[in-house]
């Protein structure tokens, strides 16, 4: 059994998930590997062998070719995509004999509704067509002739070389040929990508940075770009550029993605190398989706149900007339209408007719109704000021009109972290000295107030003025220097890093790696230690007014493993120091023994970490001549080592790194937008889960967990190694239970957790795969598989297969289940791909509706996946929200979207389509009564006219005002009591029983309608003598009765009366009578005598006194009953809503929300760390090598003019 189990996991099994790295390409899965060549022939599949080995690998891959300033090199057919397109034409006929109705009974409202529909697409296309346009119309400047001349982005090609310019959007995936910074550096944005605002830098190769700097060298470029096909991978790029009879690799570094944004470089110029749909940004977008609510779904349904009803009415009724035509209809001659056609075929031209004169069940009006409601419900939304960001000038955007009602039966929200929750703004509030915290507000002699002014920093002629620091007892020991340390810990600060100075008009601007690493920097410029200048060798600091410069003798670069950086420099005076900061929980390892603060700082770190603060530790090492001198040459030997190079250096690092005397701790706030944790816990108590599924570092995505309050120390936190272990065995024991009788046994759904208690699951990418058996296989293994021989092998492998699917697929469901029954979930270092795989897994084990908020194009695709993808429209680019559904400026609106917006447009929207159904079997069904006294001959109970406007004009307006304006509870109500939308998502209000029930009522109508009039019409006699039961005043009573009836009735449905309201109902009311007596009059008569019929009826028949008695006693037949029962339910009872209205005044008085309280336990040691530090490796490299260092370089318009060849090179000698 094992041995077949084992044959049956082809996954690599040799390697432990790495939490620290994003996993594979996203666009290489392992079905694609499992399926190259899987039908070959043996003997093929030896020579395709032979040529694999044969070939370089590299080669393999890169299939892409680009020619500089060659469009025509990437236009040959083998580069190019062919389509086929197919028109299909349909037509429709029309047969009279069947038709027992006016053609325009049908027409008109089909034609209204064609129209509404078309132009409300119409304005919905033109809205995304008018931003794509204005995308497409930037313009930048391309080669053409010789010469850089603008062009639209629409019109770039590949191969194509552009200029950009400072602060330019990038139009294309291009490689980096040369800057205006030295070394041809680019820094990047890539807010629009990954919604992080920190500065990225890319670098061009050196042979392109020397050569290619003037126009006319650019415009002779012939380079030769091998390089892989287009995919989504966004850190990830392998190609080679031939040129000058060399070949260079290219890597990501090289290459500036298209949604980048130019920045701090006065231009740059590159080479396309993919454009359009080729990017990656828009590789990244997945599929579009056409999105339908689940009403939508259910809607259809009941359709097909009444399709069938009307079906077999109409059989019914085709079969009734057909044997009133045998046993009647022959032998009446007064019924002879010419033809001799037979009973049965009688019977199937009626069926026919029936299925026209019943048609209305299906009102063809329904849709243009909700299609209307839809767009109304969509302005409600643009036009709410309680959504509208005045900081930005943004408002919310319904940026379609067909998913309103949606947003009230939400189950799981699937939000980015960063430029979501958090503004991507790292500040620095607190910090621990020497076992002393400070960061309270409290004034210079240790005074704790509760109102204090911020500090003021005007003292120091480097601060930035956009610090805000309320303890002003720190200045005090900065500027007293009586504790020595106080002054240390900034200076580490000022010199321990790996950021980048400019200056520009005298100002100060830095560029960091992360934005933590920026805030520190930036937090010790404003206490007097401003970090000036650096070159490759040495730092420049301004200590409290007074420059020194240091000599940097190794940088010791911070990554993911380390958790660390560490500087050593040599002082003026001549001592060696290292300074280090990092994580608590690998700096506590390498302290020295005697280090008297150290349990102070260790209670502070726990304070911080109970703050949601984001903490590093402070250390420093005074080192000997003699010390560094052998440390380094061990140091050197390493930076040279031609393999395992990084592996060389940590060792190294390691060893110089320890007996470490600890200065103290930071603590940064990762700031969260606005109003986060209330959104948070307001959604929670609505019963919506949120996920937050992120690219961010596992320390990262958890410290903010619990800023937003998603966790609490209560909290029970699942990682990826526990919940491996747990889905382990969950299928362990389903494979002992699956026997022979597993078929007939009923699945037991068993807890992954016993009850009780608050987990949490947090997971990387890297075990995502592991988990969810999406691990990719090695090639190797794949060229080594055997094809397939005889029929029985291939029979197995299929076999082998579909086990390996089924198994796949099991592991899916119960890693979902397992998940669901997690209070939170956090994924972490998941790529766009996985992100959009874990909303389409809750999709589709939990039938669940979802919803995905992201701001960057990393969430584009997760935002498509989604049932409603939300864009969070700011800084970070309008990537996210271009793809979205609705759109607005801060994660706090999402309550008033969720909890108001779309619990009303629920409510309304079930309102409308109970009524509606009602409304027309009420209309509609009275034509099958009086089915049983006209012959069962499709003859119509009513004027032709009567029902051509009935769901037009008569009652269209009041049911389309109370599905725009009605609500339940107002607007603050539905915010502070969240519980109101659980009726949402268990679909409360419209389901197949609320549709049966309103059926059932739209039945009865119809009897009381039909029969109460015609009981009161036999054997009567009007005042004047004459009898009234004629057909013509017949149809206008029952007609009147049916326009007041339902009318009213949908005054009983409204909640929420105005003016409007009641205007539509009472208008409708007097609309109905007034068209009525102008159809019914002689002059129209006279104009069109085939069309209208009924001269004079209205007014000889509503003038009689019995007949509005018989409309007055079917009105209320049909209404009080309603009212009883509506009464005794909210009687006995009652929903809650209706005890919310029933106590609205009391309730009035808003509810303030509180954050929850922390209870920290001194002496107690927390038992996470609060370390995150969002830093990346690369820096270091760039300012060891000396390349980064500015020089002065001659400005764009000097260049283009005549610049010299070499200028580049006399700076540099």
């Known amino acids: 059994m094992s041995t077949e189990r084992d044959s049956e996991t082809t996954f ?82 029309a047969i009279p004999q069947i038709s027992t109705l006016a053609w325009y009974t049908t027409l008109v409202p089909l034609l209204l509704v064609l129209g509404v529909t078309a132009i409300k697409d119409l304005v919905d296309d033109v809205a995304r067509h008018k931003m ?193 035509e045998a046993q009647v209809g022959n032998y009446s001659w007064y019924l002879y209408d010419g033809e001799d056609d037979t009973p049965s075929y009688r019977g199937f031209l009626n069926f026919w007719g029936y299925i026209i004169v019943l048609n209305t069940m299906v009102p063809i009006s329904l849709y243009v109704s909700v299609e209307v409601i839809r767009l109304g419900q969509s302005h409600f939304i643009n036009w709410d000021l309680q959504m509208y960001y005045a900081e930005k000038d943004t408002p919310a955007k319904a940026r379609t009109t067909t998913l309103n009602e949606q947003l009230g039966q939400i189950h799981y929200i699937f939000s980015d972290k960063t430029g979501t929750l958090t503004q991507n703004i790292m500040t620095f509030k607190k910090c621990c000295i020497n076992g002393q915290i400070y960061g309270d507000h409290r004034d210079a002699s240790q005074h704790n107030h509760n109102k204090i002014e911020q500090v003021d920093f005007s003292w120091n002629t480097y601060a930035d003025g956009k610090l805000a620091f309320y303890d002003h007892y720190l200045i005090e020991q900065i500027q007293s220097g009586k504790e020595p340390e106080v002054r240390q810990f900034f200076f580490l600060l000022a010199v321990c890093h790996t950021v980048m100075v400019d200056r520009t008009d005298g100002q100060l601007n830095y560029q960091a790696a992360s934005p933590d690493e920026g805030a520190l920097v930036n937090a010790a410029r404003n206490f007097g230690f401003a970090f000036l200048a650096r070159t490759q060798n040495t730092i420049t600091i301004s200590e409290l007014g007074t420059e020194r410069t240091y000599n940097v003798l190794a940088i010791l670069d911070f990554n993911s493993d380390r958790k660390r950086m560490s500087i050593i420099v040599r002082t003026p005076e001549g001592n060696i120091r290292l300074y280090c900061k990092g994580a608590d929980t690998v700096i506590y390892e390498r302290l020295h023994r005697m280090n008297p603060t150290k349990q102070e700082t260790q209670d502070a770190l726990d304070i911080f970490a109970n703050e949601t603060l984001r903490t590093l530790c402070l250390c420093y090492k005074e080192i000997e001549e003699k010390e560094f001198a052998e440390w380094n040459k061990k140091f050197m030997a390493a930076s040279v080592a031609s393999t395992n190079r990084d592996e060389a250096l940590d060792k190294v690092y390691e060893e110089i790194e320890k007996d470490l005397i600890l200065l103290g701790a930071t603590a940064i706030e990762d700031k969260l937008q606005d109003g986060v944790p209330e959104t948070i816990s307001k959604l929670a108590k609505a019963d919506i889960k949120i996920w937050v599924l992120t690219g961010d570092k596992k320390e990262t995505a958890e410290n903010i967990g619990f800023a937003c309050e998603l966790l609490t120390e209560d909290t029970t936190i699942c990682y990826g190694e526990d919940i491996n272990s747990l889905l382990h065995a969950r299928m362990e024991n389903q494979r002992n239970r699956g026997g022979v009788y597993a078929k007939f046994a009923p699945p037991v759904q068993e807890p992954f957790f016993p009850p009780g208690g608050n ?208 609500q339940d509870v107002s607007d603050k109500l539905s915010l502070r009591f969240p519980g109101l939308y659980i009726v949402g998502q268990r679909d409360l209000l419209f389901n197949y029983k609320r549709f049966f029930v309103s059926l059932l009522h739209g039945v009865l109508t119809s009897m009381i309608l039909f029969f109460i009039p015609l009981g009161a019409y036999l054997q009567t006699v009007g005042q004047d003598g004459e009898a009234p039961s004629d057909y013509q005043s017949f149809a206008v009573t029952i007609a009147s009765a049916l326009v007041i009836t339902v009318n009213f009735q949908i005054g009983l449905d409204t909640s929420y009366w105005t003016f409007v309201n009641a205007f539509s109902i009472f208008g409708s009311i007097a609309l109905y009578f007034g068209i009525m007596f102008d159809f019914h009059s002689a002059g129209i008569h006279v104009l069109f005598p085939s069309i209208f019929q009924f001269t004079g009826t209205a007014s000889n028949a ?76 690369g820096y270091a490299d760039l300012i060891s090598s000396g390349r980064s260092i500015r020089k002065k370089r001659s400005p764009l318009d000097a260049i283009v003019a005549d610049g010299t060849a070499e200028y580049r090179r006399t700076g540099d000698s």
Request: proline share 3%; with cysteine; glycine share 4%.
């Open 12 to 93: 690599d099994e040799d390697s432990q998930p790495n939490d620290e790295v994003v996993p594979y390409s996203d666009d290489e899965t392992e079905d694609e590997l499992d399926d190259q060549g899987s039908t070959v022939e043996p003997e093929q599949n030896r020579v395709n062998r032979e040529a694999e080995e044969n070939q370089e690998p590299f080669r393999k891959e890169c299939t892409w070719q680009v020619k500089a300033n060659d469009r025509k090199y990437h236009e040959q057919p083998h580069f190019m995509n062919t389509k086929f397109f197919c028109i299909k034409k349909s037509k429709y006929a």
């Open 132 to 324: 794509d346009k204005e995308i497409n119309n930037r313009t930048c400047e391309v080669i053409k002739d010789g010469r850089f001349k603008v062009a639209k982005w629409k019109d770039i090609q590949v191969g194509d070389v552009i200029r950009l310019k400072k602060n330019d959007f990038v139009p294309a995936d291009i490689l980096l040929l040369s800057s205006s910074e030295p070394n041809s550096l680019c820094y990047v944005e890539t807010a629009e990508l990954d919604g992080e605002t920190n500065l990225k830098f890319k670098m061009s190769l050196e042979i392109t940075d020397q050569y290619l700097q003037r126009e006319d060298m650019l415009a002779t470029f012939d380079g030769f770009v091998e390089c892989e096909e287009p995919n989504n991978r966004l850190d990830k790029f392998t190609g080679t550029l031939f040129w000058r009879n060399k070949s260079f690799p290219l890597d990501a570094d090289k290459i500036l993605l298209r949604g980048c944004v130019i920045r701090n470089t006065d231009f740059c110029h590159g080479l396309v190398i993919f454009a359009g749909a080729d990017t990656k940004i828009m590789k990244n977008s997945g599929k579009t989706r056409f999105k339908r609510t689940k009403i939508d779904y259910l809607m259809n349904y009941m359709v097909y149900t009444i399709f069938v009803v009307l079906s077999l009415l109409s059989a019914g009724l085709a079969i009734g007339h057909a044997y009133w």
């Open 759 to 966: 987990r949490a699951l947090i997971i990387t990418g890297s075990w995502l795969n592991e988990i969810l058996l999406e691990k990719k296989t090695k090639r190797s293994k794949i060229l080594k598989l055997k094809f397939p021989r005889t029929e029985e092998e291939r029979r197995m492998r299929t076999q082998s297969k579909r086990r390996l699917e089924a198994k796949k697929e099991q592991r899916q469901k119960n890693f979902v289940d397992l998940a669901c029954e997690c209070s939170a979930v956090i994924c972490c270092r998941v790529t766009p791909k996985q992100k959009a795989m874990v909303v389409d897994l809750v999709k589709r084990y939990k039938k669940a509706i979802t919803l995905a908020i992201g701001d960057g194009a990393n969430d584009v695709n997760m935002i498509k996946t989604a049932h409603i993808g939300v864009g969070i429209s700011g800084q970070e680019g309008m990537q996210a929200v271009m793809s979205s559904d609705y759109s607005f400026a801060q994660f706090r609106y999402l309550q008033r979207l969720l909890l108001v917006h779309g619990r009303w447009s629920y409510i309304r929207m079930c309102k409308f389509l109970r009524y509606f159904f009602y409304k027309n079997f009420a209309f509609t069904l009275v034509h099958f009564w009086y089915s049983f006294f006209n012959g069962y001959s499709a003859q119509t109970a009513y004027e032709d006219w009567f029902i051509t406007l009935y769901n037009v004009l008569y009652s269209s307006l009041p049911v389309l005002l109370m599905g725009l304006l009605d």
């Open 1102 to 1177: 509503l003038r009689q006194p019995y007949i509005w008695l018989t409309i007055i006693l079917t009105v209320a037949v049909c209404l009080l009953p309603v009212v009883a029962i509506r009464f005794l339910s909210m009687t006995i009872w009652p929903s809650e809503s209706d005890k919310i209205q029933k106590h609205r005044k009391r309730l009035k008085a808003e509810e303030q929300w509180q954050r929850r309280q922390q209870v920290f336990r001194r002496g107690v040691s927390s038992r996470r760390s609060a370390y995150a530090f969002s830093h990346q490796r």
